[in-house]
């Protein structure tokens, strides 16, 4: 059964830098392009980052760009996000998903099309 594992949310000054870490079971990372969104309160969910399987492509929102990096170490199962220069609008819910399915060739940004979801980590930044 395939399991996502949010870790390394917390509270962080404005300005300030974050790591969050997401460590798969129940299955090969690798298979799998890799993605963060996160919720904010009131808000819908939003599109962070998204990294092909073997690390040659990312995509970012459009609020994180040049601020957040997205990688991965498929031989660890994990999937990393960086967040430097972090404002309060970044206070949310981080997510990260996995999709086994997605095409060679695409990076969806849209959340419905990934199949599987950690629980989430709380990332609060303070003013």
């Known amino acids: 059964q395939v399991q996502l594992v949010e870790s390394g949310g917390g509270w962080v000054q404005a300005g300030g830098s974050l790591a969050l870490s997401c460590a798969a079971s129940g299955h090969t990372l690798s298979n799998s392009v890799m993605a963060w969104f996160r919720r904010a309160p009131g808000k819908e969910r939003e599109f962070v980052a998204v990294i092909s399987r073997s690390s040659y492509y990312t995509v970012y929102g459009d609020s994180v760009k040049g601020r957040f990096t997205i990688s991965r170490d498929n031989a660890k199962n994990l999937v990393y996000l960086q967040m430097n220069s972090l404002k309060p609008e970044d206070t949310a819910i981080y997510f990260c998903?996995?999709?086994?399915?997605?095409?060679?060739?695409?990076?969806?940004?849209?959340?419905?099309?990934?199949?599987?979801w950690g629980q989430g980590t709380q990332v609060t930044v303070s003013s």
């Open positions: 998903a996995a999709d086994p399915t997605a095409h060679s060739m695409t990076l969806a940004t849209n959340p419905n099309e990934y199949i599987y």
